[in-house]
Protein backbone atom coordinates (compact mmCIF):
# COMPACT_ATOMS: atom_id res chain seq x y z
CA UNK A 1 0.00 0.00 0.00
CA UNK A 2 1.42 3.64 -0.93
CA UNK A 3 1.99 5.74 1.87
CA UNK A 4 2.06 9.50 1.40
CA UNK A 5 5.55 11.14 2.99
CA UNK A 6 3.45 14.21 4.40
CA UNK A 7 1.04 11.94 6.43
CA UNK A 8 4.06 11.46 9.24
CA UNK A 9 5.86 14.65 8.30
CA UNK A 10 2.27 16.69 9.43
CA UNK A 11 1.59 14.08 12.41
CA UNK A 12 5.24 15.04 13.93
CA UNK A 13 3.77 16.58 16.57
CA UNK A 14 1.35 14.08 17.70
CA UNK A 15 4.42 11.42 17.10
CA UNK A 16 6.55 12.92 19.20
CA UNK A 17 4.23 13.47 22.09
CA UNK A 18 3.66 9.36 21.52
CA UNK A 19 7.05 8.53 22.18
CA UNK A 20 7.54 10.35 25.42
CA UNK A 21 4.67 8.83 26.85
CA UNK A 22 4.79 5.78 28.89
CA UNK A 23 3.63 2.98 26.13
CA UNK A 24 5.84 4.99 23.76
CA UNK A 25 9.03 4.82 26.24
CA UNK A 26 8.67 1.19 26.83
CA UNK A 27 8.16 0.58 23.16
CA UNK A 28 11.82 1.71 22.66
CA UNK A 29 12.97 0.30 26.12
CA UNK A 30 11.81 -3.12 25.45
CA UNK A 31 13.13 -2.90 21.92
CA UNK A 32 16.68 -2.45 22.88
CA UNK A 33 16.54 -4.84 25.77
CA UNK A 34 15.56 -7.73 22.96
CA UNK A 35 18.55 -6.44 21.10
CA UNK A 36 21.06 -6.26 23.64
CA UNK A 37 19.97 -9.97 24.30
CA UNK A 38 21.91 -10.54 21.34
CA UNK A 39 24.49 -7.76 20.67
CA UNK A 40 25.99 -7.59 23.95
CA UNK A 41 27.61 -4.82 24.57
CA UNK A 42 29.85 -4.53 21.18
CA UNK A 43 33.17 -4.25 22.96
CA UNK A 44 34.36 -7.60 21.50
CA UNK A 45 34.10 -6.28 17.80
CA UNK A 46 33.99 -2.72 18.06
CA UNK A 47 30.99 -0.52 16.87
CA UNK A 48 28.40 -2.49 14.91
CA UNK A 49 27.10 -1.11 11.46
CA UNK A 50 23.48 -0.72 11.85
CA UNK A 51 20.40 -0.14 9.25
CA UNK A 52 17.00 1.22 10.67
CA UNK A 53 14.77 0.97 7.83
CA UNK A 54 11.50 3.27 8.04
CA UNK A 55 13.55 4.55 11.02
CA UNK A 56 11.44 7.70 11.20
CA UNK A 57 13.17 9.93 13.75
CA UNK A 58 15.57 8.13 14.93
CA UNK A 59 13.60 6.41 18.24
CA UNK A 60 15.61 3.17 17.75
CA UNK A 61 18.83 4.72 16.20
CA UNK A 62 19.68 7.10 18.96
CA UNK A 63 19.37 4.46 21.88
CA UNK A 64 22.28 2.25 19.84
CA UNK A 65 23.80 5.25 18.24
CA UNK A 66 24.87 6.28 22.53
CA UNK A 67 25.56 2.33 22.56
CA UNK A 68 28.22 3.37 20.21
CA UNK A 69 27.18 1.74 17.36
CA UNK A 70 27.19 3.28 13.66
CA UNK A 71 23.24 3.42 12.32
CA UNK A 72 21.75 4.62 9.11
CA UNK A 73 18.37 5.62 9.19
CA UNK A 74 16.13 5.39 6.42
CA UNK A 75 13.01 7.12 6.00
CA UNK A 76 10.81 8.85 3.03
CA UNK A 77 9.33 11.24 5.16
CA UNK A 78 11.92 14.44 5.26
CA UNK A 79 10.21 16.03 8.06
CA UNK A 80 11.17 12.82 10.42
CA UNK A 81 14.75 12.68 8.92
CA UNK A 82 15.09 15.83 9.91
CA UNK A 83 14.00 15.15 13.57
CA UNK A 84 16.10 12.80 13.51
CA UNK A 85 19.31 14.71 12.26
CA UNK A 86 18.58 17.28 15.25
CA UNK A 87 18.03 14.99 17.86
CA UNK A 88 21.36 13.02 16.70
CA UNK A 89 23.19 16.68 16.81
CA UNK A 90 21.27 17.23 20.26
CA UNK A 91 22.62 14.41 22.16
CA UNK A 92 26.52 14.83 20.45
CA UNK A 93 25.71 11.74 18.26
CA UNK A 94 25.77 13.03 14.87
CA UNK A 95 28.87 11.10 13.66
CA UNK A 96 27.19 8.22 14.38
CA UNK A 97 23.88 9.05 13.03
CA UNK A 98 23.44 8.78 9.13
CA UNK A 99 20.40 9.63 7.89
CA UNK A 100 19.10 8.85 4.25
CA UNK A 101 15.88 9.59 2.20
CA UNK A 102 15.11 6.87 0.35
CA UNK A 103 12.47 4.45 -0.11
CA UNK A 104 13.22 1.08 1.76
CA UNK A 105 12.34 -1.03 -1.79
CA UNK A 106 14.78 1.13 -4.26
CA UNK A 107 17.49 1.32 -1.48
CA UNK A 108 20.88 3.38 -2.98
CA UNK A 109 23.11 0.53 -3.90
CA UNK A 110 25.83 1.58 -0.96
CA UNK A 111 22.71 0.61 1.12
CA UNK A 112 21.25 -2.23 -0.56
CA UNK A 113 24.67 -3.63 -0.37
CA UNK A 114 26.00 -3.01 2.33
CA UNK A 115 26.62 -5.80 4.81
CA UNK A 116 24.97 -4.65 7.27
CA UNK A 117 25.71 -6.07 10.74
CA UNK A 118 22.27 -5.59 12.08
CA UNK A 119 19.24 -4.39 9.85
CA UNK A 120 15.82 -2.99 11.37
CA UNK A 121 12.58 -3.05 10.44
CA UNK A 122 10.45 -1.89 12.87
CA UNK A 123 6.69 -0.96 12.55
CA UNK A 124 7.03 -1.21 8.49
CA UNK A 125 5.27 -4.61 7.92
CA UNK A 126 1.64 -2.96 8.59
CA UNK A 127 2.04 -0.10 5.63
CA UNK A 128 3.61 -2.86 2.91
CA UNK A 129 1.47 -5.18 0.80
CA UNK A 130 4.05 -7.80 -0.05
CA UNK A 131 5.63 -8.70 3.42
CA UNK A 132 8.23 -11.92 1.87
CA UNK A 133 9.49 -9.42 -0.55
CA UNK A 134 9.64 -5.90 2.05
CA UNK A 135 11.69 -8.72 4.43
CA UNK A 136 13.74 -10.48 1.68
CA UNK A 137 15.09 -6.71 0.53
CA UNK A 138 15.70 -5.69 4.10
CA UNK A 139 17.89 -9.34 4.81
CA UNK A 140 19.71 -8.29 1.74
CA UNK A 141 21.33 -5.50 2.93
CA UNK A 142 22.40 -7.64 6.04
CA UNK A 143 26.10 -9.54 6.07
CA UNK A 144 26.08 -13.23 6.65
CA UNK A 145 25.76 -14.17 10.39
CA UNK A 146 23.75 -10.57 10.97
CA UNK A 147 21.36 -9.62 13.15
CA UNK A 148 17.83 -9.12 11.77
CA UNK A 149 14.86 -7.33 14.15
CA UNK A 150 11.25 -7.13 12.51
CA UNK A 151 8.65 -5.37 14.62
CA UNK A 152 5.02 -5.02 14.28
CA UNK A 153 1.46 -4.82 15.43
CA UNK A 154 0.28 -8.15 16.57
CA UNK A 155 -3.41 -8.94 15.17
CA UNK A 156 -3.45 -11.06 17.97
CA UNK A 157 -3.77 -8.26 20.33
CA UNK A 158 -6.82 -6.25 18.28
CA UNK A 159 -9.90 -8.22 19.98
CA UNK A 160 -8.38 -8.07 23.29
CA UNK A 161 -7.53 -4.64 23.25
CA UNK A 162 -11.09 -3.33 21.92
CA UNK A 163 -12.85 -5.59 24.69
CA UNK A 164 -10.61 -4.17 27.64
CA UNK A 165 -10.75 -0.84 26.44
CA UNK A 166 -13.51 -0.21 24.87
CA UNK A 167 -15.61 -2.92 26.51
CA UNK A 168 -17.38 -3.40 23.09
CA UNK A 169 -17.85 -7.60 23.00
CA UNK A 170 -19.33 -7.51 19.32
CA UNK A 171 -16.75 -5.15 17.96
CA UNK A 172 -14.49 -7.13 19.50
CA UNK A 173 -15.67 -10.51 17.83
CA UNK A 174 -15.75 -8.86 14.81
CA UNK A 175 -11.85 -7.98 14.97
CA UNK A 176 -11.26 -11.77 15.43
CA UNK A 177 -11.53 -12.45 12.13
CA UNK A 178 -10.06 -8.57 10.47
CA UNK A 179 -6.26 -8.17 9.82
CA UNK A 180 -7.24 -4.40 9.12
CA UNK A 181 -6.84 -0.84 11.56
CA UNK A 182 -7.12 2.38 11.06
CA UNK A 183 -4.76 4.77 12.83
CA UNK A 184 -5.69 8.32 13.45
CA UNK A 185 -2.29 9.12 14.43
CA UNK A 186 -0.67 8.74 10.55
CA UNK A 187 -4.06 8.27 8.95
CA UNK A 188 -3.65 5.47 7.34
CA UNK A 189 -5.08 1.62 7.21
CA UNK A 190 -2.75 -0.68 8.55
CA UNK A 191 -2.55 -4.35 7.81
CA UNK A 192 -2.05 -6.82 10.88
CA UNK A 193 0.22 -9.55 11.06
CA UNK A 194 0.78 -12.49 13.89
CA UNK A 195 4.42 -13.60 14.93
CA UNK A 196 3.16 -16.95 13.81
CA UNK A 197 3.07 -16.10 10.60
CA UNK A 198 6.35 -13.89 10.09
CA UNK A 199 8.31 -16.39 11.43
CA UNK A 200 7.72 -19.03 8.43
CA UNK A 201 8.50 -16.23 6.26
CA UNK A 202 11.79 -15.81 7.93
CA UNK A 203 12.77 -19.72 7.45
CA UNK A 204 12.02 -19.58 4.29
CA UNK A 205 14.45 -16.74 3.73
CA UNK A 206 17.06 -18.45 5.07
CA UNK A 207 17.17 -17.27 8.48
CA UNK A 208 17.95 -19.42 11.37
CA UNK A 209 18.04 -19.11 15.45
CA UNK A 210 14.27 -16.77 15.57
CA UNK A 211 13.25 -15.72 18.79
CA UNK A 212 9.99 -14.06 19.76
CA UNK A 213 9.31 -11.33 22.15
CA UNK A 214 6.19 -8.81 22.83
CA UNK A 215 6.25 -5.86 23.28
CA UNK A 216 4.01 -4.29 25.83
CA UNK A 217 2.43 -7.50 26.82
CA UNK A 218 0.21 -5.51 30.03
CA UNK A 219 -0.01 -1.79 29.48
CA UNK A 220 -2.43 -2.04 26.70
CA UNK A 221 -4.60 -3.49 29.07
CA UNK A 222 -4.39 -1.91 31.79
CA UNK A 223 -7.26 1.37 31.22
CA UNK A 224 -5.91 3.72 33.47
CA UNK A 225 -3.47 5.91 31.70
CA UNK A 226 -2.74 8.97 33.81
CA UNK A 227 -1.41 6.68 36.68
CA UNK A 228 1.09 5.07 34.35
CA UNK A 229 2.82 8.42 34.53
CA UNK A 230 3.71 8.39 38.19
CA UNK A 231 7.12 7.15 37.95
CA UNK A 232 6.66 4.59 40.91
CA UNK A 233 4.34 2.84 39.10
CA UNK A 234 6.29 2.93 35.93
CA UNK A 235 8.91 1.58 37.11
CA UNK A 236 7.31 -1.11 38.36
CA UNK A 237 5.41 -1.59 34.57
CA UNK A 238 8.74 -1.74 32.96
CA UNK A 239 10.06 -4.12 35.48
CA UNK A 240 7.05 -6.32 34.34
CA UNK A 241 7.47 -6.00 30.72
CA UNK A 242 10.82 -6.70 30.88
CA UNK A 243 10.40 -9.75 32.67
CA UNK A 244 7.66 -10.78 30.08
CA UNK A 245 8.91 -9.84 26.83
CA UNK A 246 10.56 -13.31 26.08
CA UNK A 247 7.94 -15.35 28.72
CA UNK A 248 4.86 -17.59 27.18
CA UNK A 249 1.99 -17.18 26.76
CA UNK A 250 2.46 -13.22 27.44
CA UNK A 251 4.21 -12.38 23.80
CA UNK A 252 1.45 -13.78 21.65
CA UNK A 253 -0.81 -11.55 23.39
CA UNK A 254 1.62 -8.00 23.39
CA UNK A 255 0.41 -5.04 21.28
CA UNK A 256 3.47 -5.76 19.18
CA UNK A 257 5.69 -8.66 18.40
CA UNK A 258 9.53 -9.22 17.59
CA UNK A 259 10.93 -10.92 16.10
CA UNK A 260 14.90 -11.66 15.82
CA UNK A 261 16.86 -13.76 13.60
CA UNK A 262 20.32 -14.39 12.77
CA UNK A 263 20.69 -14.84 8.32
CA UNK A 264 22.29 -17.35 7.33
CA UNK A 265 25.71 -18.19 6.45
CA UNK A 266 26.58 -19.74 3.03
CA UNK A 267 29.36 -21.68 3.11
Known amino acids: MDQDPEKFDSAMATWQEWQDAPWGRLRYTLA ?7 LG ?4 EGPLRILDLAGGDGGDALRLAARGHHVTVVDLAPAMLAAA ?11 RVTCVRADVHALPADIAEGG ?3 VLCHNLLQYVDDVPGTIATALASLREGGLFSVMAINRHSAPLN ?6 DPAAALAALDSDLLRTEMFDSELTLHTAEEIIPVLSDLGCREVRHYGIR ?4 YLTDDARKYDPAYYADLERLELATTARAPY ?12 KRTVS
Do not use: Y
Open 217 to 220: SFCD
Open 251 to 262: MHTARLFQLTAR
Open 41 to 44: DGRG
Open 85 to 95: EARAVERGLSE
Open 116 to 118: FDV
Open 162 to 167: VAVRQL
Open 32 to 38: EANLMRH
